[in-house]
Structures are given as structure tokens and as C-alpha cells.
């Protein structure tokens, strides 16, 4: 049982470093992780109390 734990401790830490790597790498292969950028307008109407 303690053997399972550490090999599920091992894959989660290398899926840890994986995911941060891709982060950092991913723009340099064409992965683009920014948002759109599109100016968004909309009227607001203000009561009068």
C-alpha cells in the first residue's frame, strides 16, 4: 500500500513540472495562452433618486 501512495506522490509531482513546463514552453511550438483582445461597449442607463 505504501509502495502505491509513492508512485501516486511521483506521478503527481512529474504532472506538476510538466504542466508548469508546457506553460512556460508551450508559446515557443504555437500554443497561445492570451485571452482575445476586443473592446467591449455597453450604454448604462442611471436612475435619478
Known amino acids: 500500500m505504501g509502495r502505491l501512495f509513492k508512485w501516486l506522490l511521483i506521478l503527481l ?8 513546463g508546457y506553460a512556460y514552453i508551450g508559446p515557443f511550438f504555437g500554443a497561445d495562452f492570451s485571452p482575445p483582445q476586443t473592446e467591449i461597449r455597453e ?3 442611471l436612475d435619478e433618486n
Open 13 to 20: 509531482v512529474l504532472g506538476g513540472i510538466a504542466l508548469v
Open 43 to 45: 450604454p448604462v442607463e
